[in-house]
């Protein structure tokens, strides 16, 4: 029995500061892949209770419009659905704790989270305003996590079952305080030898970036320690971006990157 779960940021044709991003003809190059080695595809909520088989499920954060633009039909046509974690307080804008560089990202709006609904794709939570849950109060964590759940109900009419932790960033406490708001599972960024779970609230995904041009490296375990490596890097890079904006808005100015700060 082997579930992957995969985990996108951007699909685009770029450029994007940092390289959490794949291009689109990649993307459809590894749905071609998981197809030709026997990966069948889950449906979301089969992260919970995986079938038998080689399945995989398909994750994006943040929910960025090129998702629905350059992931979709491809994935449409070939059945998958997906699991698309908005930041609830951005549907429709553009994000504000991230430094951007390149080609800029708009977060899907109400309609379209609806009409991915309707596809089957299940609707999580990235939280209100992407933090680094870790470093929250009790009460302001807690925010996070209902507000969030509340609003996106509210709005697609369907039941918000998982939280994908901004930045990948989480410990015992928010997991709690997911499973306290109601969440039935929670996704890492933490890629892990095996990719079986044992706690729903730390759900291990492979991250998939623009240097992946082939999943192939992903799947062989010869090169798993390598491309842990890789993917830590960027997520670090990704993390890094979020120091930046925080602590050194003049580096990015400086740097040419774009700045915006609430
Ligand atoms: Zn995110």
């Given at each position: 029995?082997?579930?992957?779960?995969?985990?996108?940021?951007?699909v685009?044709?770029?450029?994007?500061?940092?390289g959490?991003?794949?291009?689109p003809?990649?993307?459809?190059?590894?749905l071609?892949?998981?197809?030709?080695?026997?990966?069948?595809?889950?449906?979301?909520?089969?992260?919970?209770?995986?079938?038998?088989?080689r399945?995989?499920?398909?994750?994006f954060d943040d929910?960025?419009?090129?998702?629905?633009?350059?992931?979709?039909p491809?994935?449409?046509?070939?059945?998958?659905?997906?699991?698309?974690f908005?930041?609830?307080?951005?549907m429709?804008?553009?994000?504000?704790?991230?430094?951007?560089w390149?080609?800029?990202?708009?977060?899907?709006?109400?309609g379209e989270?609806?009409?991915?609904?309707?596809?089957?794709?299940?609707i999580?939570?990235?939280?209100?305003?992407h933090?680094d849950?870790t470093?929250?109060?009790?009460?302001?964590?807690m925010?996070?996590?209902t507000d969030?759940?509340?609003?996106?109900?509210d709005?697609?009419?369907?039941?918000?079952?998982?939280v994908?932790?901004p930045?990948?960033?989480?410990n015992?406490?928010?997991?709690?305080?997911?499973r306290?708001?109601?969440?039935?599972?929670?996704f890492?960024?933490?890629?892990?030898?095996?990719?079986?779970?044992?706690?729903p609230?730390?759900?291990?995904?492979?991250?998939?970036?623009?240097?992946?041009?082939s999943?192939?490296?992903?799947?062989?375990?010869?090169?798993?320690?390598?491309?842990?490596?890789?993917?830590?890097?960027?997520n670090?890079?990704?993390?890094?971006?979020?120091?930046?904006?925080?602590?050194?808005?003049?580096?990015?100015?400086?740097?040419?990157?774009?700045?915006?700060?609430?």
């Open positions: 029995m082997r579930l992957i779960v995969l985990h996108y940021h951007r685009t044709h770029g450029p994007v500061m940092g959490g991003w794949v291009v003809a990649q993307f459809a190059f590894h071609r892949q998981l197809e030709k080695w026997g990966f069948v595809p889950a449906e979301p909520r089969e992260v919970l209770a995986p079938a038998s088989g399945s995989f499920v398909l994750t929910a960025y419009t090129d998702i629905y633009r350059n992931a979709l491809g994935m449409t046509k070939r059945g998958i659905k997906g699991i698309v908005p930041v609830a307080g951005f429709g804008k553009k994000p504000l704790w991230d430094v951007t390149g080609t800029p990202g708009i977060h899907m709006d109400e989270l609806r009409s991915l609904a309707a596809l089957g794709w299940e999580g939570s990235h939280t209100m305003t933090p849950l470093r929250l109060s009790p009460e302001k964590l925010t996070e996590l969030s759940k509340k609003l996106l109900e709005k697609i009419s369907e039941r918000v079952r998982f994908a932790y930045f990948g960033r989480f015992q406490r928010v997991k709690d305080a997911a306290e708001a109601g969440y039935e599972a929670g890492t960024m933490r890629r892990k030898k095996s990719l079986a779970w044992t706690d609230m730390e759900i291990p995904r492979m991250s998939v970036y623009l240097p992946d041009y999943l192939f490296r992903k799947m062989e375990p010869m090169y798993a320690r390598a491309d842990c490596l890789i993917e830590r890097l960027i670090m890079n990704s993390g890094g971006t979020a120091w930046v904006r925080h602590a050194m808005p003049w580096l990015g100015k400086i740097l040419g990157m774009r700045v915006e700060l609430e």
